[in-house]
């Protein structure tokens, strides 16, 4: 039950402006301003019907959907023929054993005794034999010819006409790399060049297109790989310096540098050299020879910088007497040195060729101090023990044997190979291989008596003096016109290979036949003979 009060009309009472308030539809019997009595009412319930469920039932749709029908397949599939076999072994058939009573026991001792001794002496006869010393099994193809493996070539160096000064392979004989400069007469010291590097194991090799291209403000007169690091590579320029690159960022190669202070080489370099470090044989040292006559080492610092921490200098007045010098003119007393090698068997000795022609016997031991002129941060010391015979012309090229510690050869301006000991000034044998200019003779790595040499006449000639002491046992063409071949060098890694490269700026690598591969029997000993030879 709901109540609720009921109110009446309002009403204007009088000037006063009073409100009467009347409840129940009756007047008020009270007083003016009381309100009267309120009165209970009830009343039906309201109900309000909603619209929602209409609306929504309006608006409601009904909707369903049915997938494709679905194809169904029934097969069988039944074999045509069928076949059952067995196997069975044979019966196990005992094999006979002869009763050790059969054997005639006397008569096979008597034999054992009576051949005994002559089995014993040719066993010793066998054991003392030289036939196969050396002798390895090679499963690998046999390569009958030389052949042109690649040519390489930069366009942008060969358009300067550049040459191919220097040539070296990597520690793991994969990498080719050489530098471009000039070895023609000229100031060459303003001129731009660069160092490239070919990986022959690459896919797609571009022989047009070297894997990294380092350019270099003055131009490099030679090369030298790391032994041990395969991207780390050192380079004398004309200007003197000395760098060393890594070639892995070819974006920022430059790793160290000697700058053009006064320990730098006044005049240009020809040869690099890594050396390891006395007391750590892992850590390497850079050797460079300059034709300002000093020979220099430098070690790598944290800074970016090459420091000289030992030196050596060539002066006439400090040469062995042994040396048939002529007078140096204009009171010039510096030796020139275009060439070093470095003995295999004595990491001290090193033997260095010359402007005049003749080769120096020298030690990194020597304490003598050199007699120069110019100051340097480390006192030079003067390096000579030993002059041998000169040739008729200076020396480009020396090699040391790897096969014997007394044998190097050399080469020079005037076409002749010089195979010396280094127990006499006297050369063993003097080969004349050219009318013009020998640029680069090396020993190969692993024939005693193989040995390459590069000439001005565009060939590259292979000697085997087991074969031949006077003429090569194979020339090979390396330019048509006959520019001179200016470098070359064995892969150490990879013996088939060898490098050459010219004044086209060109280089070529070359597989070699197998008889310059494998060693063959008694050749270190045929090696030893040669070396045993009195000079006449």
Known sequence: MATRAQPGPLRRAGSAGTVTLATGGAASTEGRGRPGSLQDETLGVASVPSQWRGVRGIRG????????????????????????????????????VVPVSRHDTPRLA????????????????????????????????????????????????????LHVTSISWNSTGSVVACAYGRLDDGDWSTLKSFVCTWNLDRR?????????????????MCLAFHPTQPSHIAGGLYSGEVLVWDMSRPEDALLWRTGLTDDTHTDPVYQV?????????????????????????????????????????????????SAKLKKPPRGETEVGVTAVAFSSFDPSLFILGTEGGFPLKCSLAAEEAALTRMPHSVPLRAPAQFTFSPHGGPVY???????????????????????????QAQPLTSLQLSH?????????????????????EGDVQLFDLQKSSQKPIVSIKQTQDESPVYCLEFN???????????????????????EFTEQRPRETEVLDQLAAEVAT
């Not at 397949?73 to 044979?90: F, I, L, P």
């Not at 000289?308 to 400090?318: D, M, T, Y």
């Not at 150490?492 to 197998?514: E, F, I, P, R, Y």
């Open 61 to 96: 749709e009904t909707k369903s959907c049915q997938t494709a029908s679905i194809a169904t397949v029934e097969a069988s599939a039944q074999a045509r023929k069928h076949t059952d076999a067995q196997v069975q072994t044979e019966a196990p058939v005992p094999v006979g």
């Open 110 to 161: 008597a034999f054992l005794r009576r051949v005994e001794a002559m089995v014993i002496r040719e066993l010793n006869k066998n054991w003392q034999s030289h036939a196969f010393d050396s002798f390895e099994v090679n499963w690998t193809e046999q390569q009958q010819t030389v052949s042109c493996l690649h040519t390489l070539g930069y366009p942008p160096a060969q358009g300067q006409g």
């Open 397 to 423: 090229s020396v090699s040391c044997s790897p096969f014997h510690r007394n044998l190097f050869l050399s080469a020079g301006t005037d076409g002749h190979v010089h195979l010396y000991s280094m127990l």
């Open 273 to 321: 050299v890594w050396l390891p470090e006395p007391r750590h044989s892992h850590r390497f040292q850079v050797l460079s020879v300059a034709t300002d006559g000093k020979v220099l080492l430098w070690q790598g610092v944290g800074t970016g910088q090459l420091q000289l921490i030992e030196g050596f200098a060539l002066v006439v007045q400090q040469l062995p007497r």
């Open 204 to 220: 797609g090799l571009n022989p047009r297109q070297p894997s990294v291209v380092v350019e270099v403000p003055s131009a490099v």
């Open 436 to 456: 013009k200019y020998l640029f680069a003779v090396r020993w190969s790595p692993v024939r005693p008596l193989v040995f390459a040499a590069a000439s001005g």
């Open 492 to 514: 150490n890694q990879q013996t088939q290979l060898l490098a050459a490269g010219d004044a086209k700026g060109t280089v070529k690598v070359w597989q070699l036949s197998t």
